[in-house]
């Protein structure tokens, strides 16, 4: 044997297990002696792609930094005065660096198993307190996924929650002066489920008849602030629910909608420290009046006790979440923005409420200084009431205008022939303002003093009073809070994270880097096209190779999450079938064993939920799969499966699935979440799906960032393509395609560098070596464990895909240890759990992803049977399970420095079980938590101190 040289490329550098000896001691344990012959038993011949992937060569880390530096310097970065919903920021750099920029932080996980994610739920109960204090209202979720779906959302969930009868079923009415991209998301979902929108200028008062829900937008996106309590007092008074879209850095000048008697305040939280991203990603925030928490979208930070009764955070109601609730969830979202709205939070811990109200004061001001300055010069000023907007009538000049502004290095936004619009923002300057106002031929005149808020409008109450908004001060503190948050948490940087489902894979750092550059960061989503040809190069380029990797024929990146694009491609098919005069197709078989997300997604599609049973193997129930398409052969618009399945195998028949839904009339989608098992071997496009969504935050390498931001592209064959996500800022199908799902065009733009770099620096050879790679992994896991924990579901020769259902329900009946004591255990071992109860409950689902090592995966093999030992000493009654260390874990250093230690296991079994630990040990900052107890008790913003101490 030679002595291999020392590895030089990325591919070694991403996938964990390279050295030949790794791989042989992999195989040698699943009984194969190449990877090959494993791949070509596991996965079925005749999905087998034959020819290679056909992409650019791999680069190196260096080369591909090269080549972005490239493609940004194609764009051009400006003052961005546009606005309309996106408003340039500062990120402090203290926040930038050691959040956005951080593993630590960037690489956790949805929070899940609150044990090991204090600190980031703590981060997002601050996001929830901040925005409760500025919009009035008691209850915020912690993030969606922009201001337009957020409308969407609170337009949905008023629909569900209005009880008064007549009003219940009467339409929607928008303010005309909505931002014309919320408008169009909102018109596309009401097209889908068949309720009517009404815009209407509502400042005018209520159009006539029986009305749902009112949506109004402060300030509008003319920059008008006008006092809405009259108009939700006449709305109330009909039965409607009140949504409003409102600013948060305006609501700290502004009466809150919470005190105009709103019910539900939505909006962008991007102006708070995130850059503009060219449109995303950004977290969004909803808030509802009390009643509404159990019918609100998303996820919701509670705070309720551990097992020591120390007060501890963890997501609250999660019955409402499509997981559990499937086609009945109050929202299909999933994935939503957590690390944008962590940022967000940590500008308002940054800034403390003093420090906001002078940015919007300032704000305020500038805007008010070139209003006056404006009319001064005899122009027309539209509003006389305005925040950060300015609207300015300039008849037949208006292009001249945006023409002077962009040559001195300003974007201005030109509403029509007639009209411009000037943003004011955080770094809005004074000699900025002097050039805008010259740009419209004029000179800076006055104080602004006309244009000053109306009383009514005026906000008096306080806000962000809690001591987390006005303690860290100087920098040092802040950098020690955000360190101590972190420190609370297990993340990828620390520790392997094998969640079955999430593929949490290597976030290369030569990936992550571009994403803070100005050129793409600073680049605002309205920007004019000759200032963004570098972004649209790399997106069209990312998306020509997802096409090639997919099999399909055209890709759309516009989705922001999986759930997103599973809407996108539910609506490109249902745009088909009434395309062809079928539009009664409305009926989605979906098996038994999908993703919570599929269903919810496909009653948002206006489709009606059919489930298809899982036969005794774990494939799809052939005979019930037929039963299901006959009795729904005219009806029947889709089946929507997962491949390689949710049980973690390469069905063998999924053709023949296609093939029979294809006979009856019924398109075939295809969810690429796990495309992680096919990338360079089999092509969802090429074996019989018509469309897909994929998860660049997964397969492609976008860390989780704590649940979000991620992408879900959609991916579809020709015949679907005039029916892929449109440009909500064009008129509906004016461009070519169907409705739009993302409020700007290009969805979570800020973070496709990362899937495009990976790519890159992999080539089509490496990415067939990462399936490869992926594959042997868990066939490793799966062969080691399976006499400890049974692996549920296999397919040809015995072999799992990229993931496995370890079996612990015999364990549990036999000694009461259940699947939730053992995932809480692997946290004393200073580990992730598995995937938890999905899609088989008493089940833990286990993914290593191609980028552990051996000696992780081994540590990982190590722990899982030292539990299944501590599990038979329950079995032989060495302890009961309620006194064994599996049912008291996690065990924090608290719970085993105690002097009245009583336990029947010593404090070395517990915190020590294996040795190493004794060198790396993580502790968990609370012990097991009681999720029941915080849901009948619930509270979702930051407690005060005293709580804490005791
Ligand atoms: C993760 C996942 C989804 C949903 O993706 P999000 O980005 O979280 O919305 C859908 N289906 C499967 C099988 C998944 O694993």
Redesign the pocket.
């Known amino acids: 044997m030679t002595v291999s040289s020392t590895s030089t490329t990325f591919v070694d550098r991403h996938i964990g297990a390279r050295r030949q000896a790794d791989i042989d001691i992999m195989l040698k344990s699943v009984g194969y002696d190449s990877v090959d012959s494993l791949v070509d038993t596991a996965v079925p011949n005749d999905i087998r792609q034959d020819v290679a992937l056909t992409l650019q060569n791999a680069l190196s880390e260096v080369e591909v930094l090269a080549e972005l530096r490239k493609l940004a310097a194609k764009n051009k970065t400006a003052v961005q005065m546009i606005g309309q919903g996106y408003y340039d920021t500062v990120t402090p750099p203290v926040i930038r660096r050691n959040i956005l920029e951080s593993p630590a932080w960037y690489t956790a996980y949805t929070p899940y198993q609150p044990e090991i994610s204090q600190g980031r739920l703590e981060a997002l109960l601050n996001f929830q307190t901040m925005v409760q204090d500025l919009v009035g209202l008691p209850i915020a979720n912690a993030s969606l996924l922009d201001e337009a779906t957020a409308v969407a959302e609170a337009v949905l969930m008023m629909r569900r929650a209005n009880k008064n009868k007549t009003a219940h079923d009467g339409k929607t009415v928008l303010d005309a002066d909505c931002l014309p991209q919320t408008i169009a998301i909102v018109k596309g979902r009401a097209e889908a489920l068949g309720f009517e929108v009404e815009i209407a200028d509502l400042s005018a008062g209520l159009p006539e008849g029986e009305i749902n829900g009112i949506v109004l937008q402060q300030p509008g996106v003319s920059g008008r602030v006008f006092d809405h309590s009259a108009v939700i007092a006449a709305a109330k008074e009909r039965g409607a629910l009140v949504t409003v879209a409102a600013d948060l850095l305006a609501l700290t000048l502004i009466t809150p909608p919470g005190e105009q008697g709103a019910d539900i305040a939505v909006g962008s939280t991007q102006r708070f420290g995130v850059p503009l991203f060219f449109g995303g990603p950004h977290a969004a925030y909803m808030a509802v009046q009390k009643g509404l928490e159990r019918s609100m979208p998303g996820r919701l930070v509670g705070v309720s006790k551990d097992d020591a009764g120390t007060p501890a955070y963890r997501l609250a109601l999660q019955t409402r979440e499509q997981h559990i609730r499937r086609e009945k969830a109050t929202s299909n979202?999933?994935?939503a923005q957590a690390l944008l709205a962590i940022v967000s939070s940590m500008y308002a811990v940054y800034h403390g409420p003093d420090g906001l109200k002078a940015i919007a004061e300032t704000a305020h001001h500038h805007a008010r200084t070139l209003a006056a300055s404006l009319k001064a010069a005899g122009l027309e000023v539209l509003h006389g009431s305005f925040f950060d907007t300015v609207t300015v009538r300039v008849p037949g000049k208006a292009a001249g205008i945006v023409a002077a502004a962009e040559a001195k290095g300003i974007n201005l936004r030109g509403i029509d022939a007639d009209t411009v619009g000037v943003s004011v923002d955080e770094t809005t300057t004074t000699a900025v303002v002097a050039d805008v106002v010259a740009a419209f031929g004029a000179t800076v005149s006055g104080d602004g003093e006309g244009f000053a808020l109306e009383a009514a409008v005026e906000r008096s109450s306080d806000y962000l009073q809690h001591p987390v908004f006005n303690t860290h001060r100087s920098e040092t503190q802040l950098l020690r809070y955000i360190r101590k948050l972190s420190d609370r948490d297990l993340a990828l940087d620390r520790t392997m994270i094998p969640l079955g489902?999430?593929t949490m894979k290597l976030n290369a750092t030569a990936e992550m880097e571009a994403i803070s550059w100005p050129e793409f960061a600073s680049i605002h989503p309205f920007a004019p096209d000759s200032q963004t040809v570098g972004w649209r190069e790399l997106i069209e380029d990312l998306e020509a190779d997802l096409t090639e990797i997919t099999g399909y024929d055209q890709v759309s990146i516009q989705p922001n999450?999986?759930?997103?694009g599973?809407l996108a491609g539910l609506l490109a098919i249902r745009g088909y079938h009434h395309s062809r005069g079928e539009a009664q197709r409305n009926v989605c078989l979906i098996p038994a064993s999908a993703?919570g997300?599929?269903a919810a997604s496909a009653v948002l599609a206006g489709m009606k939920v059919v489930v298809v049973a899982t036969a005794a193997d774990g494939t799809i129930d052939h005979a019930d799969l037929q039963a299901k398409i006959d009795a729904n052969k005219d009806v029947l618009s889709a089946i929507m499966i997962?491949y390689p399945s949710?049980h973690g195998v390469y069905d063998a028949d999924v053709r023949e699935i296609c093939d029979s839904v294809h006979a009856a009339g019924g398109q075939v989608y295809v969810?690429g979440?796990?495309l992680n098992a096919l990338v360079g071997l089999a092509q969802p496009g090429k074996f019989g799906g018509d469309v897909s969504h994929l998860?660049l935050?997964?397969t492609f390498c976008i860390p989780h960032g704590g649940g979000g931001p991620?992408v879900?592209p959609v991916a579809a064959k020709a015949h679907l393509a005039p029916f892929m996500p449109g440009d909500a800022n064009k008129a509906a199908h004016e461009d070519g395609y169907g409705v739009a799902i993302s409020a700007s065009r290009y969805g979570s733009a800020g973070v496709l560098p990362i899937s495009w770099a990976y790519v890159k620096l992999m080539g089509g050879e490496g990415l067939t070596e990462a399936t490869k790679s992926a594959l042997l992994a868990a066939n490793y896991i799966a062969s080691r464990l399976n006499e400890y924990f049974p692996v549920l579901y296999t397919g040809e020769g015995g072999l799992v895909a990229h993931e496995c259902i370890l079996d612990l329900r015999e364990l549990t009946a036999k000694t009461g240890v259940t699947a939730e004591d053992v995932a809480k255990r692997l946290i004393d071992y200073g580990f992730h759990a598995p995937t938890l109860a999905f899609p088989v409950a008493g089940t833990l689902m286990v993914e290593p992803t191609e980028s552990e090592d051996l000696g992780e995966i081994d540590r990982f093999i190590e722990a899982m049977i030292t539990i299944r030992k501590e599990i038979d000493q329950v079995a032989h009654g060495d302890f009961a399970v309620e006194n064994s260390p599996l049912r008291h874990a996690p065990h924090t250093a608290a719970a085993v420095v105690s002097s009245d230690w009583n336990r029947e296991y010593s404090r070395e079994q517990a915190v020590f079980p294996v040795h190493h630990l004794k060198q790396d040990k993580y502790f968990p900052p609370v012990g097991r938590i009681d999720g029941a107890a915080g849901d009948r008790n619930l509270v979702c913003s930051c407690p005060p101190i005293e709580a804490f101490e005791n």
């Open positions: 979202i999933c994935t489902s999430c999450a999986g759930s997103q599973e993703h997300t599929n997962t949710t969810d979440a796990n998860n935050h997964k991620g879900g």
